[in-house]
């Protein structure tokens, strides 16, 4: 509903200032059926409905770093307030004609958009909210592998229409994101699974983590690098998001489902690779690789800033309310589960 409203508007109206879009799109007026602006190839509703698919993603990923924490009431309006003061600028920044775009920034997917915005904020909210009951106190296991197996095999293949479908049409780019997708959350996973294997034992929990962080990993490049990228990609991703879940693990930050480490992070290095790794051949943007410096300087800019500007946002968003009506919930609704405390149902 935010979206429809004001949320497209403020994402892809015409540039103010190089911050934010204007209102030309207010409740999806002059949102045609026909070619958009940013939709040469396809209806300008059907390209806001593939942008609401990324804004509402982005706001599932802030949510799983807080899980079994937070309050129905309060995460609805931080919902909310996020979405347009947080999503809305940053989508601006890169997609919408903003600063970023201006300044040469590249972000295929979503790299910056919607990883390193979801996973900053998911690390400001736990710093606000803080632990679980009993974090550190004894290991909190997943509660079911096979169905967290399952969930990350429907991950993989959705990422292809995620990240094939910013291409906005079937043509040979579409063809380039899918298999460089593809290839990053294999290399990923098998990075993360050799990565944990010389700490202890390989586990299927590790293989499907780090295939998510290839994924993430290849988001922003996948429209501007090579299959052979993709493999080094993918894997240095793998590797890092591990090495940084276990630094977090260390530090005992109950940030629950590694959104920081995993997208956060995972997205930060996904968009200095795109400043590194892209060809002109694949989209006509060349990166450091090609002796193009100002195009890693420029990406390297856009993510920085999307990294501050998330996390200090995010951070005063979660203060506040907390303060005013609160985030977290009482210690014996977390005790009982939120399925029963929040919503009455056992899940």
């Known amino acids: 509903i935010q979206w429809v409203v004001i949320g497209y508007s403020l994402a892809f109206g015409s ?169 990053a959350a294999a290399a990923g996973a098998l990075a993360w699974m050799f990565a944990s294997w010389v700490k202890g034992r390989p586990s299927s929990l590790g293989f499907v983590s780090g295939a998510i962080a290839g994924l993430v990993a290849i988001t922003p490049a996948a429209g501007f690098v090579t299959p052979i990228a993709a493999i080094l990609i993918g894997a240095v991703g793998g590797m890092f998001c591990y090495g940084i879940m276990l630094w977090r693990i260390r530090k005992g930050l109950d940030e629950s489902l590694d959104a920081w480490a995993i997208h956060g992070m995972g997205g930060l290095w996904g968009a200095l690779a795109t400043g590194i790794f892209a060809v002109a051949a694949v989209n006509g943007a060349s990166g450091l690789i090609e002796g193009n410096v100002h195009q890693f300087v420029a990406n390297a800019a856009g993510a920085l800033a999307a990294v501050v500007y998330a996390f200090v946002v995010t951070y005063v968003l979660a203060v506040v309310i907390d303060k005013t009506i609160g985030l977290r919930v009482t210690e014996e609704e977390e005790y009982v589960g939120l399925d029963i405390s929040q919503h009455g149902e056992r899940c």
């Open 15 to 183: 540039d103010i200032g190089g911050f934010i879009g204007n209102l030309e799109y207010l409740g999806l007026n002059n949102v045609t059926m026909g070619p958009g602006p940013f939709s040469e190839a396809i209806p300008g509703l059907l390209f806001m409905v593939f942008q609401l698919v990324f804004a509402g993603l982005t706001m599932a990923i802030v949510t799983s770093g807080i899980a079994e924490r937070v309050k129905l009431s309060a995460f609805i309006v931080f919902a909310l307030l996020w979405t347009t003061l947080v999503y809305d600028p940053l989508a601006h920044w890169v997609w919408g004609g903003g600063w970023a775009a201006q300044f040469g920034a590249l972000d295929f997917a979503g790299g910056t958009v919607v990883h390193i915005s979801s996973g900053f904020a998911a690390l400001a909210l736990a710093i606000v909210i803080g632990k679980r009951a009993g974090f550190g106190q004894y290991v909190m296991e997943p509660n079911n592998i096979p169905l967290t197996i399952l969930g990350a095999g429907l991950l993989w293949f959705g990422w292809f229409g995620f990240n094939a479908g910013s291409a906005i049409a079937a043509d040979g780019l579409a063809a380039n994101a899918f298999v460089t997708t593809n290839i």
